[in-house]
């Protein structure tokens, strides 16, 4: 069965920094295709990136290019999200997110295992 657990989620003032890890049990991540994704209070649910088991490819959403980086462990079977420069518009649970498969994933690809999140909260 497979489970997604993040963690590394908290409070910080603007300009800081968090790191987010998603550690996978039930399958092997460097064949699938990965993603966090983040949802606001009222809002509905975006892709933040999305990762292809083809050469990891990364596709970032243009709100967070440049200011986060996602990253693979594939001897710990853990993906990160490295988050700098945080706004308080960054502010949202984040979940980590996996296909049954592999391929080229860009942002709108549908995945099908779901972590239970990670609250990140950006104050000003």
């Known amino acids: 069965q497979v489970q997604l657990v993040e963690s590394g989620g908290g409070s910080v003032q603007a300009g800081g920094s968090l790191r987010l890890s998603c550690v996978a049990s039930?399958?092997?991540?460097?064949?699938?295709?990965m993603g966090w994704f983040r949802q606001a209070p009222g809002k509905e649910r975006e892709g933040v990136v999305s990762?292809?088991?083809?050469?990891?490819?990364?596709y970032y959403a243009d709100s967070v290019k440049g200011r986060f980086t996602i990253a693979r462990d594939n001897a710990k079977n853990t993906i990160y999200l490295d988050m700098t420069s945080l706004k308080p518009e960054d502010t949202a649970m984040y979940y980590c997110?996996?296909?049954?498969?592999?391929?080229?994933?860009?942002?709108?690809?549908?995945?099908?295992?779901w972590g239970q999140g990670t609250q990140v909260t950006v104050s000003s």
């Open positions: 997110a996996l296909r049954s498969y592999g391929g080229v994933c860009p942002l709108g690809t549908t995945f099908n295992y």
């Open positions: 039930g399958t092997t991540i460097s064949t699938k295709c």
């Open positions: 990762a292809s088991s083809i050469a990891f490819s990364t």
